[in-house]
């Protein structure tokens, strides 16, 4: 199995589907450690009644950007992870911290990239009217929110939606397809090519990267 750190600020409700994934049987991976940058991170009390060791390293410690990605990645190596997930970690990652683990650092943004990187993805598609938004997994990259993309689920955009439904919906996905992302990679399905990714397909009766998702639901 894998060895699997995840990275939270907050509630962790990502890393609580990986680790209902892993509980369940689904997920061949160990989630070896769970890293805040936030010692009042609602996840690390999730993540220890799991079981799972924690740990802090508080970006308000550290007089540069530099520093605390050096103090993070010392964090990180010492549970010796094969990959690290970032599930709501709210910090911009250096360019050097995401050259060192690179291939192996990946991301879950709440819009379809390469439409609405950064914050207020909800409140942006709406203001757009879009007619469907969704999540996408990607391998993480220099560039903010740009990088290889592994999965992506899509939802409807339904006339009423705010901010708070819109999110919701959103969310329910993002349960769903950051786990099948991660047993990709645990299975050694996902390959880089020309900055793209290629799965596997040979156990996948349709080897869609675009995950659908039925209206309504």
Known sequence: ??????LISGRG????????AVEAGDLP??????????????????????????????HRQYASRDAFDTAMAAA????????VVLAGFMRILGEAFVRHYQGRLINIHPSLLPAFPGLHTHRRALA????VHGCTVHFVTADLDHGPII???????V????????????????????PLAVRWFA??????????VLLDAAQDATGALIVPHAAGV
């Open 128 to 131: 757009e009217g879009v007619r």
């Open 76 to 83: 990180i190596d010492g549970f010796a992870p094969d990959l």
């Open 159 to 178: 006339d009423g939606d705010d901010e708070a439904t819109l999110a919701a919906r959103v969310l329910a996905q993002e349960h769903r397809v950051y």
């Open 13 to 20: 409700s990502n890393m609580a589907s990986l680790l209902a």
């Open 187 to 196: 299975e050694s399905r996902l390959r880089l090519g020309d900055g793209r």
């Open 151 to 157: 999965v992506q689920a899509a939802v409807p955009v």
């Open 1 to 6: 199995m894998i060895r699997v750190v995840i």
């Open 29 to 58: 991976a160990r989630i070896v450690g769970v890293l805040a940058n936030r010692a009042d991170a609602a996840g690390l009390a999730s993540a220890r009644a799991s079981g799972v060791p924690t740990g802090v390293v508080d």
